[in-house]
């Protein structure tokens, strides 16, 4: 093996260790889906910062069961909190967590 080749090989390394790389995984499954996109872009566009779950059948033509599961991946993944009022829940950004993982993929892959 040449100097120039182990050169090349050695000290390569995960930049993210492995809690951080599960994270990312995860946040960027969870966004991964253009319902979800739609999802986070009304609750992030909206006045008031926060959607009712019952406001998303409509503009994303799915169903409640289908709005509800995409929620729970969303949540899940620390991408939105959610507060019960009455029967509805209320979901807002988590806070800082898209930002986050904008940031955490432009370290990784930097």
């Known amino acids: 093996m040449s100097n120039e080749s182990a050169a090349r090989c050695d000290g390569a390394g995960p930049k993210l260790d492995a809690a951080s790389a599960l994270l990312l995984a995860d946040r960027l499954g969870a966004l ?6 739609q999802i986070l872009s009304m609750i992030s566009t909206s006045p008031d910062g ?3 779950a019952c406001d998303f059948v409509g503009p994303i033509s ?4 289908t709005v509800s599961h995409h929620l729970k991946v ?5 991408l939105v909190d959610g507060d019960k009022r009455g029967r509805w829940i209320w979901y807002r950004l988590a806070p800082g967590a898209v ?12």
Do not use: F, I, W, Y
């Open 32 to 37: 991964a889906d253009p319902v979800r996109l």
């Open 50 to 52: 926060e959607v009712c």
């Open 62 to 65: 799915k169903s409640q069961p």
């Open 74 to 78: 969303l949540a899940e993944a620390g």
């Open 99 to 110: 930002n986050a993982t904008t940031a955490a993929l432009l370290d990784a892959t930097s």
